[in-house]
């Protein structure tokens, strides 16, 4: 049995560099950088003092109802605009019979930021009624019930987002949350289009929404090492392939797509943006803190979302073209991402991997973390749809472990018919998508 | 024709014991897990009970030992999941690279998934406040100054590793060496039904044969309980209460749900693949339904009032089954008891069933062991799954004066013809879940 067709219709963006689709993806071409010293809270003494903030933006611009939205934490923001702008350009918005318990919603969204000083009074409160030895229960909860603010808690909880869309947008359908790291958004819309192969909705909305730009989250990177530490301009600290990059730049923002059914499109004639043809998910199963260093579990994602969309990575197009025309990149400007992911590029396409060009985005907004994948497979609709592939910025000193087309440092044009895209979790959930040019049903 | 899907093995802890057998010997005898918390003196929390898992329960005993260096980087929900997934392994007689003393592994490594639901990890409270108290300043104020330049410093470099939610499936996908496909869905209570929806689309497309699956959560931690009580699903409580009788499924007189800390991981298997090595099949999955469905106009949010989220849930479950609700011999509700759950929950059985439903046995799990966060709905599959393998009902505690005339009311087990069981999942955040088990004859 052949599987269901399934196409976008919308797509909908909050970025460090903006947001809106044109806008972002303007900035994007010419090799902006979103990065800049952090402003959300005092990092002065931490070692990285640098991110990509979402900045300038008010989420109520997008809402029917702020008031019903009013406790959505910055998570949920992102969230709730990108869905809706992606809700605004599918028509769904303005289409009378519309079925709502046929429209589902799989986010890969991130927890909400803690309320960090809430928790920093209480626990202090705790330690010092025991005299420094530990926190003592009572003394906690008196402190608690002062500072603790009941919904800066619970909006916490990573199926928020879920619920505010779904309430903004009145949709009823299958509604799934997953959170595999920095995969989560990539694996949310291949399980979103599953569930429309499968039968069980016509429509979804799917994405993910993110933010760690909040003192825990920033430390907890510092402490792993995985953020850049360098200490000259921000703007050049994402450095995706260079032989020079010492770690991620932390990022935040939410991008969304709608994916529906070919014939539900057609049915009440949308604008097809592209159409999703492959999805491939695998774990590493190899280390909690390192990746696979053969990428393994990279390749087994893209080559079992390769094959979905039933293409052989080796077999040239009639007109001598690889089969995949871009790739957007994991990318993160580690040292271990890059050159693995890489090598699994090259495990997978062989002979033909030179030939096709592979670019991070994290290079000019950062990573996004859950939403990552969101973003760059919009970015990869966007190589399709307007022929330019945005550039890896930073990219001066080329790593001989790094030795792809990466589209160093300037935009290029070119014919894009299939995009792939990449994202790998820590702790080694892998997922791949691979989107295509609508070609008519 | 996609593949049939079918339960083989259960990895069940809970405060009833570790194993589905310890679960079904407790429910069968109607005990309770529910006492005073333990892991932390709750006395002036406006709750004070809870079902913990027994604490000489060691991780180390369920990890190769070539893999016991990790368990320091495991919190207390990574643990239960590991802990879960091992008795899921054994329960399903397989072997992996984990457990079998190196024979060879009953599947391919690229054939088995792993999809664990989790929730909102809290970090350890004492961990994270030696490193606050380090990053005071003169006056004894926090600075975020002395934070950046020494407090965080004593944090371990893995601390963040230890708290991600999909630390949980990581775990076991190195331990079990599952290289198939993996997710982590944390959608509160209803992550581990939702879980096991989402292996069963795995297995039917062909992407695994066998998936470790369900969901495993702790909120018994003092931000975690705090928070769980602001959802407006715990009851509040005083240390004078009996805590065994405080939980009552659809009571009249119902004042909230008590929390309980847990893991089921189930061994999710094609039909196929378990008919062929001898497999024991606990039931099938023949439906599965799921949607969204909430009020977000009060705070905290709540289920919608007139239940029909979950109805439409139950009826997509029953399309997916190709069966009428008439089919439904018996249902595992969410059944939490805290009020406005249990009058949604009702009004969406109402809503399919009619009638009939005062003459439908609802197994309530929650008096025994409490509302097990993301652990709660696959712990309910799992319990599905053993009235179905056994014929039987379990023995049920709670209240005597049920709402409309529920078949919800304390009983003691019973024996039962049970050819398809409802599992309904939801709760905090609107997600619903509905997943109809069916009885597996083996063919002659």
């Known amino acids: 049995m052949s599987k269901r067709r399934v196409v976008i219709t919308g797509m909908g963006w909050v970025t460090p560099l903006g947001h809106g689709i044109d806008a972002v993806w303007e900035r994007l071409v010419k090799g902006e950088s979103g990065v800049d010293r952090i402003t959300r809270f005092d990092a002065e003494t931490f070692p990285t003092t640098f991110a990509a903030e979402v900045r300038d933006y008010d989420y109520r611009q997008f809402l029917r109802d702020p008031k019903l939205h009013e406790h959505a934490r910055l998570n949920t923001q992102y969230a709730l605009g990108a869905a809706v702008q992606a809700w605004r350009q599918s028509g769904l918005d303005r289409f009378a019979n519309l079925n709502r318990r046929r429209v589902g919603i799989y986010l890969g969204a991130g927890e909400g930021p803690p309320a960090f000083e809430s928790s920093v009074k209480s626990n202090l409160a705790g330690w010092e009624a025991s005299g420094g030895q530990s926190v003592d229960a009572k003394a906690w909860i008196a402190a608690a019930r002062e500072h603790i603010v009941m919904h800066e808690e619970v909006e916490q909880e990573a199926n928020m987002p879920l619920l505010h869309i779904s309430q903004e947008l009145g949709v009823r359908g299958p509604a799934y949350n997953c959170l595999t790291a920095c995969a989560a958004s990539t694996q949310a819309v291949g399980e979103g289009m599953e569930i429309i192969r499968r039968g069980d909705a016509d429509v979804m909305v799917a994405g993910g929404a993110h933010t760690m730009l909040h003192p825990l989250g920033v430390t907890g990177f510092n402490r792993l090492t995985a953020l850049s530490t360098r200490r000259d301009s921000p703007q050049s600290a994402s450095r995706p392939f260079d032989l020079s990059r010492d770690g991620f730049v932390m990022g935040e923002g939410s991008g969304m797509i709608i994916i529906e059914t070919l014939e539900h499109a057609l049915a009440r004639g949308a604008t097809i943006l592209a159409e999703l043809i492959g999805f491939g998910s695998s774990a590493d199963a190899f280390r909690i803190t390192d990746i696979q260093p053969e990428g393994l579990g990279a390749r087994a994602a893209m080559l079992e979302a390769l094959n979905d969309a039933g293409i052989d990575p080796h077999e040239r197009l009639p007109d001598g073209r690889p089969p995949i025309h871009y790739i957007s990149a994991h990318g993160t400007g580690t040292q271990e991402n890059d050159s693995i992911e890489t090598r699994a590029v090259k495990g997978v396409f062989g002979d033909l991997a030179p030939e096709i060009p592979v670019s991070s985005i994290k290079s000019m907004m950062g990573h996004l973390i859950a939403a990552a994948g969101a973003v760059e497979l919009i970015t990869c609709i966007q190589a399709i749809r307007t022929g330019w592939l945005p550039p890896t910025m930073n990219l001066k000193t080329p790593d001989p472990a790094c030795d792809l087309d990466y589209v160093a440092n300037r935009s290029r044009r070119a014919a894009v018919d299939v995009a792939l895209s990449n994202s790998f979790g820590f702790g080694g959930q892998n997922d791949t998508l691979v989107v295509k040019r609508f070609a008519g049903a | ?444």
């Open chain 2, 1 to 444: 024709m996609s593949r049939e899907v079918a339960i083989t093995g259960l990895g069940v802890v809970t405060g009833l014991g570790i194993g589905g057998e310890a679960l079904w010997e407790g429910l069968l005898a109607g005990r309770s897990a529910i006492g005073p918390v333990r892991q932390f003196d709750a006395s002036a929390f406006p709750f004070n009970f809870a079902s913990e898992v027994d604490p000489a329960v060691s991780v180390r005993d369920y990890v190769p030992k070539t893999y016991r260096k990790a368990v320091k980087v495991m919190c207390r929900d990574v643990e239960l999941a590991v802990i879960g997934a091992a008795r899921a392994v054994e329960d399903a007689r397989m072997v992996t690279k984990g457990l079998g003393d190196g024979a060879a592994p009953t599947f391919a490594p690229n054939r088995v998934g792993c999809q664990i639901g989790a929730g909102l990890i809290v970090a350890e409270i004492n961990e994270l406040t030696t490193a606050f108290a380090k990053a005071r300043d003169e006056s004894s104020a926090f600075s975020m100054k002395r934070w950046g330049g020494e407090g965080m410093n004593e944090l371990t470099p893995l601390w963040l590793l230890k708290y991600l939610p999909n630390m949980l499936a990581c775990h076991v996908t190195i331990i079990h060496d599952c290289q198939g496909p993996s997710n982590t869905i944390t959608c509160g209570e209803a992550s581990g039904a939702l879980s096991i929806g989402e292996s069963r689309r795995v297995i039917e497309r062909g992407d695994a044969d066998v998936c470790f699956s369900g969901g495993a959560e702790s909120k018994i931690n003092m931000l975690g309980l705090l928070r769980q009580f602001h959802t407006g699903m715990i009851a509040a409580t005083s240390p004078d209460m009996d805590p065994q009788r405080v939980v009552a499924p659809f009571g009249a007189e119902a004042s909230g749900s008590l929390p309980g800390e847990g893991a089921a991981i189930l061994m999710i298997e094609s039909l196929d693949t378990a008919t062929k090595r001898g497999a024991r099949v606990y039931a099938t999955i023949a439906g599965f339904g799921a949607t969204q469905s909430a009020d977000l106009s009060v705070c905290p949010p709540r289920p919608d009032s007139g239940g029909e989220g979950l109805a439409d849930a139950i009826r997509q479950a029953l399309g997916d089954a190709s069966i009428d609700a008439e089919a439904i011999d018996a249902i595992v509700p969410l059944g939490c008891g805290a009020p406005e759950y249990d009058a949604a929950e009702a009004a969406a059985l109402r809503r399919v069933f009619g009638a009939r439903l005062a003459r439908i046995p609802l197994v309530t799990t929650k008096p025994n062991i409490g509302l097990c966060a993301a652990a709660a709905s696959a712990i309910d599959v799992a319990v599905g799954a053993l009235c179905v393998l056994n014929q039987s009902l379990p023995a049920r505690l709670g209240a005597a004066e049920c709402l409309d005339g529920l078949d919800a009311a304390p009983t003691g087990q019973r024996d039962a013809r049970l050819e398809h069981v409802l599992v309904c999942g939801s709760g905090f955040g609107g997600q619903n879940t509905a997943i109809i088990l069916k009885r597996h004859r083996r063919s002659a």
